[in-house]
Structure formats: C-alpha cells, structure tokens
C-alpha cells in the first residue's frame, strides 16, 4: 500500500501487506540453490554468474560441471549454486581447473574469477593455461578494481578511470597502462574460443550467455581453451551512482575493453 511521507507516496514497509505477495511464475535457474545474496545493489557479478549457471543447465551439464572459482566479491556464490565447486588460492583457478579436467575429462570445468585475481594475481596461469591448449572454460568478471577489497586499482583498469588509489583517474605516467587480457589470449595457439561482453543491459546479457554456450561447447567438443572475459558493474569501487554504473560501463570500460568474439575456431573450421 502507498502512504504518504515527507510530501512522496512510498510503499508502507511499517505493517505487512494486505494480500500476501503471489508468485506468478519461477523464474529461478535449477543452478540456483539460493537465490538471495549479499552482493551490493547494482552489481553486475549476480548476472553474469546466472548467465554461466543458465547456459550450464541448457547444455544439459548440470550434473557433470565443476567450478573452480577465485578470490572476489563473486566467491560468495560458492554458496548458492547446486555446483561443484573448488576454492583456489589467488590467480590459481586455472590451474586447478586443468588438474581437474585432466583427472575427469568427462566433466565440464569452468573457472570464475575477477580481473584482479586473474590479471594481476595469477597471470601467468590463466597465459600458461592457454597456451597448452587445456579443455577447460576460464571466465573473467572485469569490473577494473579489487571491488572486495575496496576499489583499488588493477591491471584492467583503463586510463582516466577513478579507483581508490586513482582518485584523480589512472594516468599512463604513474599507473602504465590496462592489459587487454581477451586480446592477449587470442594470439596464443591453444586458445580456440575468446569473447568479450558485459551485462549493463539486457542485449548484453543475452549476448553473454551465447558467448558462455559456445565457450562450453567448444570445451565439451575438445577443440582447445576457451574464455570469457564479461565486464561487469561495480558501482561500489567505482564511487558512482548506482543508476549510472551502466552507462559508465559503456562509455568508459567498454570503450577499451571493446565486446564482441575475438576468435572462434570452431567457425573458422565450418
Ligand atoms: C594472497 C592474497 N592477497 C590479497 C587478498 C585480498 N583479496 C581478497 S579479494 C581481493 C580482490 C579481488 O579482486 P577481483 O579479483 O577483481 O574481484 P572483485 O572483488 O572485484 O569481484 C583481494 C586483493 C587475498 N585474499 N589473498
Ligand atoms: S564491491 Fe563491487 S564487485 Fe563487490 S559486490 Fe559491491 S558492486 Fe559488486
Ligand atoms: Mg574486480
């Protein structure tokens, strides 16, 4: 019910509602487990990580992936997913990834990590990973800061960007320059699937679940390492407006970061 305060009609959250609330249907993923979580209003991890969990379950691999997620604010959804899933020490879900895949090669393994546990902590790993070709499918969420650790700068943050030890924006002088990791990845021989995509609207979230798909499909077909960078949303780290963190995306990390299939061998072969 509306009431009236301090001159705006508000949603009255003093008393209960006068009809219980309805379901009208369930929209939830069967990944999903337990579909609250703790992460800030805004966020873009959530989507991304229900975009992996959905493209997971129309496979049809719900029973056989194993994730093997990294250190970030995305961790915490170890917790509500029906998945398997392995805890790496900073930067090493690659690694684990290819030791699991190695040991049951009937099994999809995807990694989960964020731009600072996978660029600036674990480089090599995810580079050495790559380039040995491994059937496994590594994910980026690439929000430009260490947003669990309170927005500091990492290695993807691109130039001008405000972060918590950038307060007047990265400058190539002090900071160097982002490392475009999908591009980086490309070059590599043993890479046979590498996108980049984001989740700050609705056409962007249906592009990253193709490109999840057809980065799984590519591992379950054996055709070599397969990844997926997704920038994501972190109003938080950003210190900006929740609403505007969309449009910041497109404009300032998208515009460096820039989305689309970087290589599909797959297609290449016909
Ligand atoms: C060896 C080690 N160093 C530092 C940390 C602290 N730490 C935890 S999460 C995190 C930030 C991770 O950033 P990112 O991977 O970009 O994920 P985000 O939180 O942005 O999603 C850091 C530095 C740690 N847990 N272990
Ligand atoms: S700090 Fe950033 S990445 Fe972490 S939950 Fe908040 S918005 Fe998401
Ligand atoms: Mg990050």
């Known amino acids: 019910m509306l009431i009236e305060r301090e001159g705006l009609q508000v949603i009255d959250t003093d008393r209960p509602p006068a009809e219980p609330a309805r379901l009208v249907d369930d929209f939830t993923p069967e990944l999903v487990d337990v579909g609250t979580h703790g992460l800030c209003p805004g966020c873009g991890e959530p989507i ?45 879900a690659p690694s684990l990834a290819t030791g699991v895949k190695r040991a049951r090669p009937d099994t999809a393994v995807i990694t989960v990590q964020g731009d600072g546990d996978m660029v600036n902590e674990g480089l ?48 190539a002088r002090e ?48 055709a070599g390492f397969s990844f997926v960078e ?14 505007e963190a969309p449009a910041y995306l497109e404009s300032t990390v998208a515009a460096v970061h820039i989305p689309g299939v970087v290589k599909d061998v797959l297609a290449s072969r016909g």
């Open 48 to 92: 991304a990580v229900r975009a992996a969990v959905e493209a997971i379950a129309e496979l049809g691999l719900t029973q056989r992936t194993i994730a093997v997620f990294g250190i970030g604010c995305y961790t915490a959804f170890s917790n509500n997913l029906d998945v398997e899933v392995l805890q790496a020490l900073h930067g090493r």
């Open 124 to 171: 090599q790993e995810v580079l050495h990973t790559a380039a040995r070709g491994e059937s496994v499918t590594c994910v980026m969420l690439n929000n430009g800061v260490f947003g669990e650790t309170g927005g500091h700068l990492t290695a993807t943050t691109v130039l001008g960007q405000r972060t918590k030890n950038t307060l007047d924006g990265r400058d």
């Open 175 to 222: 900071h160097g320059y982002p490392i475009l990791l999908a591009d980086l990845i490309t070059q590599l021989e043993g890479a046979a699937y590498v996108a980049r995509c984001s989740v700050n609207d609705a056409g962007h979230v249906a592009r990253t679940k193709r490109h999840l798909t057809r980065a799984l499909e590519t591992q379950m077909q054996g």
């Open 230 to 243: 997704i920038l994501t949303m972190c109003p938080t780290g950003w210190f900006i407006d929740t609403l």
